[in-house]
């Protein structure tokens, strides 16, 4: 099985930036298996419904929530076995826990809490 740690978040004043990352580890299986799919970020808000933020697909293409077009960035770095979410203009209804997960799994960890000040 694959495992996805995130981490990066804090507290920020709106306008800032945060860098998040999601950790894959495992069996080397577990790691391919994770280069070979779609991983996705994910935020929940207290008393919202989560919602998709970003995707990038296996050939590197990305895909983000209109919310956070123009905003956010994610990427994928295979070496280190991490996908990022770059986040920058940060706003206070950006404030949420943040998840990444694989799109095939429906698996969710701790997440990371990203808080953004007015």
């Known amino acids: 099985q694959v495992q996805l740690v995130e981490s990066g978040g804090g507290l920020v004043q709106a306008g800032g930036s945060l860098r998040l990352s999601c950790v894959a580890s495992?069996?080397?299986?577990?790691?391919?298996?994770?280069?070979?799919?779609?991983v996705e970020w994910y935020r929940q808000a207290p008393g919202k419904q989560r919602e998709l933020v970003a995707a990038i697909m296996v050939g590197g293409s990305t895909n983000y929530a209109d919310s956070v077009k123009g905003r956010f960035t994610i990427s994928r770095d295979n070496a280190k076995n991490t996908v990022y979410l770059q986040m920058n203009s940060l706003k206070p209804e950006d404030t949420a826990v943040y998840y990444c997960?694989?799109?095939?799994?429906?698996?969710w960890g701790q997440g990371t809490q990203v808080t953004v000040s007015s």
């Open positions: 495992g069996s080397a299986f577990s790691i391919n298996i994770f280069r070979a799919n779609v």
């Open positions: 997960k694989m799109r095939p799994i429906n698996t």
